[in-house]
Structure formats: structure tokens, C-alpha cells
């Protein structure tokens, strides 16, 4: 029976079908997380063969003794993996730690977790880049903007969503920006591209293919919605376009991908871009080797009659999986933001989008800056009702 210890199985909540799934292939279910055991959901209890809590997962010594402790008990581990960005330099330094060969390593994060490092890997993958800068000095910043002028940009060059990220559109919001940014972090800047995100998410084989591809679209800026406290919508696509699939297996072979669940995002140009291409082209934008986040597995599965959680953990148990895929159709993200005087009530949401709804429910507060208070999931077959859908759900009196 292979090992797999899963961090943090409890958070967020949907993973739990990720432990779920590699029981139901015969592995050995090993959760560590900060959670007491007799608070997990019965779904996550009945999803592991064993849990050990520690009192904070930020704590590294005592997660080191954990995972210690289960190979102590149950021999070798063929798997360690969280599927979270925030844990996937901890991840990797356990793996190294304990000679677990199967994931990144220590000596991989700086290409797969730093902005700058990634673009040499997009580079060689044939895919354009926005011009960069590391943030140095005012007179460094300066010299940069001056050649790809104002909007720039600025966020921690290894950096979580869209957190301490800013758009600076004057010298006097550069100086600010200098004077407020976090100490001894390493920020980029780049140039602003006018695009929308659209996302590769794939389940990467042993071999480095795809057992499973989507992709999703978000046609307002994340970064826009954590600082404006804005809605957040995105969507899954009912068909990937051509271009985002091929931008997807070329970028997974430059950064040596293989068995993972994916997240990799693109630009998809709004206008022509000197440097970068034509409007709507792909340029690249960050990678993300884990699956895209909050509820969106659960949207891949509706919006492709599938089941993502298995495919997944049929790779890691099998190397393969022959999980279905169905009907195709759009599943839309719709996350409204508490205070704003919506046209539309729950009761309303409800009543005319009932039969389309798959989750209905509130956002956890630590995910809410990023995805809004309340989430509305639903399943539309064509392009014209999703746009309807959220004209509707979002229209302010």
C-alpha cells in the first residue's frame, strides 16, 4: 500500500475529496493540519487512515516531526502534497528533507514560485513576456518606467494571488509605493498589459502529459477586486481555446512538469501591445503548480460532467486514469460583495436561476478579499446566458 501524507487536508474545505479519492485507489491517507481532529468534517475523518494535529501548520518543526512520526510508523511515503500555493515551498523542503522523490524539490521553487524566474522558462517555451524590473531603487524604478511608461505594476516577486500588488500610474504613487512596501521583500515591476486572464488548468501525467485539460476566464482583474473590494466572477470554458491548450503543453514542458494538478495563467490581449502581440493573442502572465483555487475544481467537474479529484488522485495512485468526460458547458463564478445595493435579492437569484445553480453559499472571510462574501455556481449551456447571468446577478440600483 503507497503512502500519501496530504498537508492541510482540512482547508480549503473542497479538499477533502482529494484524500477521499486516494483512499477509495487503495493508498494510505496520512493528514497533517492545525485543526482538532474531533472539529474535521465526517466526510475528511472517513477520508483518512490517520490525522495528526499540529498547532499551527506555519510551524516548521513540528510538521517536520509529524511527517517524522508517520514514516516512524508506517515506513516509507510515496507522496506529500497540499495542493496549496501557500504550502508549496514547505512541501518541497519536506520532500527533500525525507527523500521523497515524487514533486518539486527545494532546488525547483525558484522557477516555479518567483515571477522573475518564471519568465525565462515562458521564454523558452516560445511564449512573450511583459518587460520587468526588480524593484531597486526610485531612480532604478524611474529608469525603467521611462522605458515602458505609466501604468507599471509592483507586487512581491514570490507572492500569493493578489496580495500587495499595485497599479502605479504617477511618480508620486511610486514614491508612496516605495515608502509603504513590505521591508525586505523582493518586489517585480512590469509594464501593464490591457487583458484578461485566461487560465490553463490540467492534470499533468508521470510522463508530462495531459490526463485532463480546461480552462477558465476572468474577465476583471484580481488584483482590481482585492483592492477595490469589488465582485469576482470568473468561468469555466466550455471548449479551451486552441491557443491557450497549445500555450499550456508548451509552458509544462519548459518548466518540466509532471504529476500535478495545474494552474497556469495567460494574458489574452485586449488591444494591441507593442512587444507582446495583437489583440487577442496569449502572453504569459504566472504559473501556479497546484490546482486553480477556492471551488473551482468543483466548477471543472460541473462545467465538463467529470470528476477532477479523481482523475488526480487516479494519477497519483495509477499513473493514469480513465475518469469520463461529459457534456460541455460554461460554469459561471459569481462572488457579490457585501454593502453594494443589488438590483437582484437572493430570493430573486434563486427563483430565475434555480435550475442552473450547483453552489449557493458564503465565502470563507480568508478567501473573501480575492472571491467576494457570497457565491452563487451556475451551469449555462451557452455563452449568451452566461453573459446574460451575470448582467443580471450583478446590476446595482
Not at 474535521?40 to 490517520?50: G, Q, V
Not at 508517520?70 to 511515503?77: A, D, Q, S, W
Not at 514560485?113 to 524611474?142: N, W
Not at 467529470?306 to 459569481?334: E, L, Q
Request: glycine share 6%.
Amino acid at each position: 500500500m503507497k503512502n500519501c501524507i496530504f498537508i492541510s487536508p482540512n482547508f480549503p474545505t473542497n479538499y477533502w475529496q482529494f484524500c477521499h479519492e486516494l483512499k477509495n485507489n487503495g493508498m494510505n491517507v496520512l493528514g497533517i493540519g492545525d485543526q482538532p481532529y474531533d472539529e474535521l468534517t465526517d466526510e475528511l475523518k472517513n477520508s483518512l487512515n490517520e490525522y495528526y494535529k499540529v498547532t499551527s501548520l506555519e510551524n516548521e518543526d513540528e510538521v517536520y516531526r509529524a511527517v517524522a512520526f508517520f514514516i516512524f510508523k508506517h515506513g516509507r511515503i510515496d507522496w506529500l502534497e497540499s495542493n496549496n500555493e501557500y504550502w508549496l515551498e514547505r512541501d518541497a523542503k519536506l520532500r527533500t528533507d525525507f527523500h521523497i522523490t515524487s514533486g518539486f524539490q527545494v532546488e525547483d521553487i525558484p522557477r516555479i514560485k518567483f515571477k522573475s524566474r518564471m519568465k525565462e522558462y515562458y521564454i523558452k517555451a516560445k511564449i512573450p513576456v511583459a518587460r520587468h524590473h526588480l524593484v531597486d531603487t526610485l531612480e532604478g524604478c524611474l529608469a525603467f518606467i521611462k522605458t515602458v511608461g505609466y501604468p507599471v505594476i509592483a507586487k512581491p516577486d514570490n507572492g500569493v494571488g493578489a496580495a500587495h500588488t499595485y497599479k502605479l500610474s504617477d511618480d508620486e504613487e511610486l514614491k508612496t509605493f516605495l515608502e509603504r512596501k513590505l521591508p525586505d521583500i523582493p518586489y517585480i515591476m512590469e509594464e501593464f498589459i490591457d487583458a484578461e486572464v485566461n487560465s490553463y488548468d490540467a492534470v499533468i501525467g508521470a510522463d508530462g502529459e495531459p490526463l485532463f485539460e480546461t480552462g477558465n476566464v476572468t474577465p476583471n482583474s484580481i488584483m482590481d477586486i482585492v483592492n477595490n473590494a469589488d465582485n469576482s466572477i470568473y468561468y469555466i470554458v466550455k471548449e479551451l481555446a486552441p491557443d491557450t491548450r497549445e500555450a499550456g503543453r508548451a509552458a509544462v514542458k519548459s518548466f518540466g512538469v509532471k504529476s500535478r494538478f495545474v494552474h497556469f495563467e495567460f494574458f489574452r490581449l485586449l488591444k494591441d501591445h507593442e512587444g507582446l502581440g495583437k489583440k487577442g493573442q496569449i502572453t504569459a502572465l504566472e504559473v501556479n503548480m497546484r490546482p486553480c483555487g477556492g471551488f473551482t475544481p468543483d466548477m471543472i467537474n460541473f462545467a465538463h460532467s467529470t470528476n477532477v479529484y479523481k482523475i488526480w488522485a487516479d494519477m497519483i495512485a495509477f499513473g493514469r486514469s480513465t475518469v469520463p468526460v461529459g457534456k460541455h458547458a460554461y460554469c459561471a463564478f459569481a462572488g457579490l460583495r457585501d454593502g453594494k445595493n443589488f438590483v437582484m435579492s437572493h430570493e430573486d437569484i434563486m427563483e430565475k436561476y434555480g435550475k442552473n445553480m450547483r453552489m449557493v453559499g458564503r465565502i470563507p472571510d480568508v478567501l473573501s478579499g480575492a472571491m467576494g462574501n457570497q457565491m452563487y455556481v451556475a451551469v449555462f449551456d451557452t455563452k449568451r446566458q452566461l453573459d446574460s447571468f451575470y448582467k443580471n446577478v450583478l446590476k446595482c440600483k
